[in-house]
């Protein structure tokens, strides 16, 4: 089977810098992909790691460790705007998606 | 291009009624997945459809059934509903599936259940 963990909610400053760990258990692995829903909206995709390291995209960076099930996101210079639930996801032999429960982001001024 | 689309927005029904959702994925894209969301148990997947067959299927009783049409618009159908269907339902689409390819979501079918 597959599980993710993620933390249930995270609370950071305006300009600080977060970072959103997950930790997966799947048989066979397939990438770790990262996706952002807004209250009220449609997840939206942020990264997708497949190998080992940083993969950086403006404001947000996604880390990969295959050797430890792990990954994480990290959101700098934070904005109100990135308040928001984040979810990891894998992929698995039969499922697109698995996904983790979701980290709920409140960034306060 | 456009983004997918899920109709209707919103929908009300009763424990006994059934139901069917539709989703239109973005031109080009051949798979489309369904997941349920919830509150208690998160994003669950539902099934996966390319190129009009049913390519996976998640952990669901057979009350939830779907289909895709050649043009890969997509529909889900639930019958007897019972009070615990109540959930936003969201389809995604991709270019080829499999979920290393980044998914597009739609906005989501709010179903309540009364």
């Known amino acids: 089977g597959q599980s993710l963990e993620q933390p249930s909610e995270v609370t950071a400053v305006e300009g600080a810098i977060v970072q959103i760990n997950c930790t997966y258990q799947t048989s066979g692995f397939y990438g770790l992909s990262w996706y952002q829903q807004h209250d009220g909206g449609a997840p939206t995709f942020l990264s997708y790691n497949g190998l080992d390291g940083l993969e950086e995209t403006g404001r947000f960076s996604s880390f990969l460790s295959r050797s430890d099930s792990y990954g994480y996101l990290l959101l700098q210079e934070l904005q109100m705007k990135d308040s928001a639930s984040y979810f990891c996801?894998?992929?698995?032999?039969?499922?697109?998606?698995?996904f983790g429960k979701g980290t709920r982001l409140s960034v306060i001024a | 291009k456009a983004g997918v689309t899920q109709t209707p927005r919103y929908l009300i029904k009763t424990r006994g009624q059934q139901v069917t959702l539709s989703c239109s994925p973005i031109?080009?894209?051949?798979?489309v997945s369904w997941y349920q969301q919830t509150p208690g148990q998160g994003l669950q997947f539902l099934f996966e459809y390319f190129s009009e067959t049913q390519r996976n299927k998640g952990n669901f009783p057979g009350r939830f059934s779907g289909r895709q049409f050649s043009n890969s618009r997509s529909e889900m159908n639930v019958s007897t509903l019972e009070l615990g269907d109540s959930a936003l339902y969201l389809c995604?689409?991709?270019?080829?599936?499999?979920?290393?390819?980044?998914?597009?979501f739609g906005p989501g079918t709010r179903l309540t259940v009364t």
């Open positions: 995604a689409s991709s270019l080829r599936g499999q979920g290393i390819n980044e998914q597009y």
């Open positions: 996801a894998v992929p698995s032999g039969n499922t697109p998606l698995v």
């Open positions: 031109s080009g894209h051949r798979s």
